[in-house]
């Protein structure tokens, strides 16, 4: 059963603006990741941010942690056309478990 | 390209027959997993080996569907008796068993349509 749940399901906004996701999940993490998917295709990771970390940046990308609200999320700035795609939070409780994915966030970026 | 690569993209199937889906890893890497994910949702966890060694399954692994990586290198998915149900896009993903902190690098996956 997938953990996480992403919020919104689709969001939908003009190029150059920010693009907020959420994600929130259930149970006690290592550590969350974010993924990139365009569409029919595989998924592309983001960045990872570890249980202890309350946030992380790479590039164009922010993600925060709250692990006391089981929640997360990732802030795309300055967006680009390019950018759109769906976007998964998957949670990683240790270190053999597999990843648990979200439902995802559809982002358009409309040029 | 030196990236995971599935066999084939896509494979449409009468309901009834068997299917195998291939799956090559990133050379270095030695745990591979499956997921399945069916439009909407996110990708959901069906088994993964560490070398050839299978070490999980997940429930939504039924008796139809059975995994192998013979030599620690590629793998092969194959379903049984497919039914309309198993209409979805498999994906392969493979990862360095470095600790917990690792990244999975993802297949472009294999659409599998049942009809």
């Known amino acids: 059963s997938q953990q996480g749940e992403e919020d919104p399901q689709a969001l939908s906004i003009q190029e150059g603006e920010n693009a907020t996701m959420n994600c929130s999940y259930k149970?006690?993490?290592?550590?969350l990741q974010w993924y990139r998917q365009n569409s029919g295709r595989g998924l592309v990771h983001l960045i990872l941010?570890?249980?202890?970390?309350r946030e992380k940046h790479s590039g164009r990308l922010r993600v925060t942690l709250d692990t006391s609200k089981k929640s997360s999320s990732l802030l795309i700035t300055a967006s680009r056309a390019a950018d759109t795609a769906s976007y998964f939070c998957?949670?990683?409780?240790?270190?053999?478990?597999?990843?648990?994915f979200g439902k995802g966030t559809r982002l358009s970026v409309i040029a | 390209d030196t990236g995971v690569s599935q066999d084939p993209r896509h494979k449409i199937t009468k309901r009834g027959q068997n299917v195998t889906f291939r799956c090559d890893p990133i050379?270095?890497?030695?745990?591979l997993y499956w997921y399945r994910q069916t439009l909407g949702q996110g990708p959901e966890f069906l088994t993964y080996?560490?070398?050839?060694?299978?070490?999980?399954k997940s429930r939504l692994l039924s008796d139809r569907f059975s995994a192998e990586r013979p030599k620690g290198s590629f793998s092969t998915l194959e379903i049984q008796r497919t039914e309309q149900g198993d209409s979805a896009m498999y994906l392969c993903?493979?990862?360095?068993?470095?600790?917990?902190?690792?990244?999975?690098?993802f297949g472009p996956g294999t659409r599998l349509t049942v009809t």
């Open positions: 993903a493979s990862s360095l068993a470095s600790g917990v902190l690792y990244e999975q690098y």
């Open positions: 149970t006690s993490i290592n550590n």
């Open positions: 941010i570890r249980s202890n970390e």
């Open positions: 998957a949670t990683v409780r240790s270190g053999n478990t597999p990843l648990v």
């Open positions: 050379s270095e890497h030695n745990r």
């Open positions: 080996f560490q070398n050839e060694a299978q070490l999980e």
